[in-house]
């Protein structure tokens, strides 16, 4: 007998897939900060594809396995997965979005990008209500299952009456390292704000002959970006990984900063104005 999985365990699947994600993201993107400026400049315009290839990876683990990452920790797995249909939901998730993402940078008609952006919202209006109908009703969860008539189902169904010891001591563990860097997070990051402006604030911060540091990565500043909020200087890749500015705290606008040639170039044309 099929015992259809419940909505718990997918939600749970979904987290950790997501999670698995974004995690692999920040690495890739930590990475390029680390290359040389010409190369990082290089694999920045191909950021897109490289987040498609990491997409790949992941995909290529769950076509060989049958089964992703968090539906492998939680038991759960689709009903009659077979490669053929694991390629066409691979194409259907993932697809769209990078299309999306590259039609921005390449399509230079106004028209058809608001066709684009229509079509995105219009997608994202109907995952919504997706969502909220699966949150009420179960069944499928995205409109990519519905199309491919995927069920989730228990890999062993579960025995009403036991206890699994071994996923409650793990939740354990979980929620006891997340309370206690919850705990110690703030204090060592205020603690290391206080030693950093006593001791390395003024050495950290100065202008160099041979360029400007970064107040992030402490290294020279590659594109050096200013934001307008707190004024404070980072590498261009930098300031797109941080949330918050390591000097003071300051949370940021991704969109909230200016380039300091674009500064300096604009100081120039004033005093050439002033000059006429």
Not at 56 to 81: D, T
């Amino acid at each position: 007998m099929v015992l259809f999985a419940l909505r718990n365990p997918q939600i749970d699947a979904q987290v950790l897939d997501e999670r698995l994600r974004q995690s692999l993201f920040n690495y890739v993107d930590q990475a390029i900060v680390e290359l040389p400026s010409d190369v990082a400049a290089l694999f920045h315009r191909f950021r897109a594809e490289l987040k498609l290839m990491t997409e790949v990876l992941l995909w290529l683990a769950r076509l060989s396995k049958g089964l992703s990452y968090g539906q492998a920790m939680v038991g759960i797995r689709y009903e009659n997965y077979s490669k053929r249909v694991a390629v066409i939901h691979f194409l259907l998730t993932v697809f769209p979005s990078y299309l999306s993402s590259r039609a921005q940078n390449f399509v230079q008609n106004v028209v058809i990008l608001k066709f684009f952006a229509r079509i995105e919202a219009i997608c994202r209006l109907v995952a919504l209500l997706f969502h909220f109908y699966f949150i009420r009703y179960g069944g499928v969860r995205t409109m990519a299952e519905r199309i491919l008539q995927l069920c989730t189902i228990y890999e062993k169904p579960p025995v009403l009456g036991t206890v699994n010891y071994s996923a409650l001591n793990r939740d354990f563990l979980w929620l006891l390292c997340r309370d206690v860097i919850t705990f110690f997070l703030p204090i060592i990051d205020r603690l290391g704000r206080i030693l950093q402006f006593r001791f390395f604030n003024n050495f950290f911060i100065q202008t160099v002959s041979d360029g400007i540091i970064c107040s992030h990565c402490k290294r020279k500043a590659i594109l050096p970006v200013r934001d307008n909020i707190c004024g404070h200087i980072n590498c261009y890749y930098c300031y797109q990984v941080i949330t918050s500015c390591t000097m003071c705290g300051t949370n940021l606008n991704k969109n909230n900063f200016r380039f300091l040639q674009n500064e300096s170039n604009s100081r120039i044309d004033a005093s050439d104005a002033a000059i006429i």
